[in-house]
């Protein structure tokens, strides 16, 4: 599969800027947990609240530009409506049934069903990560957005989900990666595997 | 140079060494292999996009904008104490003795006493205070709209920024326009009984469109001026701006 030069750009950017913010958004979490835990200091961005809010605020300019190119380039070329689209319960099904027993096709030309599912799931979570990560930053400035998430604390817990959703995906897409490495290189190259 | 510059100098190299330590260690958790020459170029570029978020946030916010308000029965019991000392070292001012100070770009460089302050016109709020933290409490405030204070005071509100400073030794500062905003208040009462020592007896000011650390508690001298005033967290890394 032949990944288009805009898509390799912006899939690296988008690596490098959601490293900075996990990692430092795990320290700001660790300041005051909302649950009965704490993410290892270790796996944190920041070293201290301040430092770890000074990453997340500088990436986040980053990340979110990155994002909204991506998004236009994926929607004015067709790439997200011929590579990413449909996502069909039905289909999802049957690729995942086969994925399972290990014997789902990489065919090199086009995405499965899981593939497309999870790649549309995991812009989802950007964007909603983005979006509630506005509405904790800017409750009175942006409050329509904040009371679109049911106020400040709620969109706390929208803007952890929405870091689960992303963490979630980037542990099996890079163990995926491992499994079959020889995807990794048409993502640097462009070239066809 | 005199020995209050001195003093200033050393207290930027040991903030920039603090900050450099933190960002090294953070850099190198995330780089690996990468040297402390690095560090210093990602310290700088780090405070550089903490002024532009400064002025990000500044085009972005709205005087008219009002922060939400709560009723009575959504106030957080207790609401919690939050300070850069534990418990312990609260400071206990004696109201009878304490006076306000006004510095700066001001008509009248008086200093003010609790009963004057008292006397003025009232308002209150139930609003909610976000700390930098991530946690959030809602609380009732209420005192002299700061607007009106510096209107008494002949304030420039032309002038960039208010500046405080705290019988606890902390510092904020905060904008004009921030400062003018009708929900800032400098604060004399939590739930309708002057402010408990733990929240900031005898003044503190509200500052519900600001995070937490920028309602500086136990104020004793307000000062307007041009000249960037920076604070005790601010100093340290926290964004300056730092509004809701």
């Known amino acids: 599969m032949q990944h288009p030069l805009a898509v390799r750009i912006t899939h690296w950017i988008n690596a490098v800027a959601m490293t900075v913010m996990i990692a430092s958004g795990w320290r700001i979490y660790n300041a005051s947990p909302l649950f009965d835990f704490v993410f290892p200091a270790w796996l944190t961005l920041g070293n201290w609240l301040g430092g770890a809010l000074a990453w997340h605020f500088a990436a986040m300019w980053l990340l979110a530009a990155n994002f909204v190119v991506y998004c236009a380039y994926g929607w004015a070329s067709g790439h997200i409506r011929r590579r990413l689209l449909p996502v069909q319960p039905r289909e999802i099904w049957h690729d995942a049934a086969l994925a399972l027993r290990f014997r789902l096709p990489h065919d090199g030309t086009q995405y499965n069903a899981v593939q497309r599912l999870l790649y549309v799931l995991v812009g989802c979570g950007i964007g909603l990560a983005i979006l509630s990560g506005l509405a904790i930053w800017k409750p009175v400035q942006l409050y329509p957005l904040s009371f679109v998430f049911g106020g400040y604390e709620l969109a706390r817990r929208v803007h952890f989900l929405a870091m689960a959703v992303i963490v979630g995906f980037i542990v099996l897409h890079l163990a995926l990666v491992a499994i079959v490495p020889r995807t990794l290189r048409p993502m640097i190259t462009g070239r066809t595997i | ?244």
């Open chain 2, 1 to 244: 140079m005199n020995a209050a510059d001195h003093r200033r100098g050393l207290e930027r190299v040991s903030r920039r060494l603090l900050l450099r330590q933190t960002l090294s260690l953070g850099a190198l958790s995330l780089l690996t292999g990468c040297n402390l020459e690095d560090d210093d170029a990602v310290d700088r570029v780090l405070w550089a996009m903490s002024r532009w978020n400064d002025r990000v946030q500044a085009a972005l916010f709205s005087r008219a904008r009002m922060a939400p308000t709560y009723s009575e029965a959504d106030i957080t019991d207790p609401f919690p104490f939050n300070a850069y000392y534990p418990p312990e070292q609260i400071r206990h001012v004696d109201g009878n003795a304490w006076r306000l100070e006004v510095f700066g770009l001001v008509r009248e460089r008086r200093a003010w006493t609790l009963a004057e302050l008292a006397a003025l016109p009232q308002a209150s709020q139930i609003t909610r205070h976000i700390c930098i933290e991530g946690w959030s409490a809602i609380g009732k405030w209420g005192g002299v709209p700061f607007r009106d204070f510096l209107a008494r005071i002949g304030a420039d509100t032309s002038a960039r920024y208010v500046a405080f400073r705290c019988a606890d030794d902390y510092r904020s500062s905060i904008d004009m326009a921030t400062a003018l905003h009708k929900q800032t208040l400098l604060a004399l009462t939590f739930r309708d009984a002057p402010l408990p020592a733990a929240y900031g007896y005898p003044v503190k000011l509200r500052v519900p469109t600001k995070l937490g650390f920028k309602n500086p508690k136990h104020i004793v001298a307000v000062e307007v001026t041009n000249v960037y005033p920076g604070g005790f967290w601010e100093d340290y890394g926290y964004n300056w701006f730092s509004g809701s």
